[in-house]
């Protein structure tokens, strides 16, 4: 019901040569593929060249970060519509790393998430607990209050076009995973939040991707998990041959889904 995406995350990854480089490899083996949604985050310099090769492809594009303000005396930003006009179709917004280091909060996850559904742009909202709020138990109260405010005052038919990615901080390029287990308890509980918060409609189309040590030896177990719908995935990323292969079994694993076997 849900088609899967795979979101490559570079991160501050990658010159324009490359980006190229590996984009080509991923436009030349993943061509054929339906059953997954693929997209490339690369860094905002080689943004423009990447959106070039991979047009009229099935890779999408997306940014890492978007400012809420459009224009005006705001150096060192960039807006949703400067987005648009570059042809970039998704971005992701309040990875942990923005929180951890550049004073991103939920409040400031929700403007750039309201600009960037003015602009048409797919946001891709990263919520996910650090190692001490698992440990004290806290992981579903941080969680909710990250959901409860990063999507606060969003109309149902706003929510409907969420990504969210589920993406606890101790896992994220530490090769920890979370087990296929603690990962579905917690994407079920943001898929009930989205439930009583807005629609059936909106809980069961809203795609929720796990992040955190994605790997090709991880990827089939985690996304045959019921509220799995996909990875937003970082080192591995930057390899073509493990993006290729996590992205091909992600693939697989719809189709067996779908057919019901
Ligand atoms: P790793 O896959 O390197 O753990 O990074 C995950 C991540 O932060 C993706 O946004």
Known sequence: MRKPIIAGNW???????????????????????TGVDIVVCPVSTALSVVQDLLLESNIDVGAQNVYWEDSGAFTGEVSAPLLKDLGVKYCIIGHSERRQ?????????????????KHDLIPIVCVG?????????????????????????????????LVIA????????????????????VHKFIRDFLRKTFSDAVADGVCIQYG??????????????????????????????????????????????RNGI
Request: charged share 30%; aromatic share 4%.
């Open 11 to 33: 991160k501050l990854n990658n010159n324009i040569q490359e980006s190229v480089d590996l984009v080509t490899l991923l436009k030349r083996e993943l061509t054929d593929l």
């Open 129 to 161: 607990e650090v190692l001490e709020e698992r440990e004290s138990g806290k992981a579903f109260d941080v969680i909710s209050k990250q959901c409860e405010e990063s999507l606060a005052g969003l109309t149902e038919e706003e929510a409907k076009k």
């Open 101 to 117: 280091y550049f004073g991103e909060t939920n409040e400031t996850v929700n403007k750039r998430i309201k600009a960037a559904l």
């Open 212 to 257: 955190g040590s994605v790997k090709p030896d991880n990827i089939a177990e985690l996304i045959s998990q019921e509220d799995i719908d996909g990875a937003l995935v970082g080192g591995a990323s930057l390899k073509s041959e493990a993006f290729i292969e996590i992205v091909k079994q992600s693939s697989n694993s719809t189709q067996v889904t």
């Open 166 to 185: 589920y993406e606890p901080v101790w896992a994220i390029g530490t090769g920890k995973t979370a087990t296929p287990e603690q990962a579905q308890e």
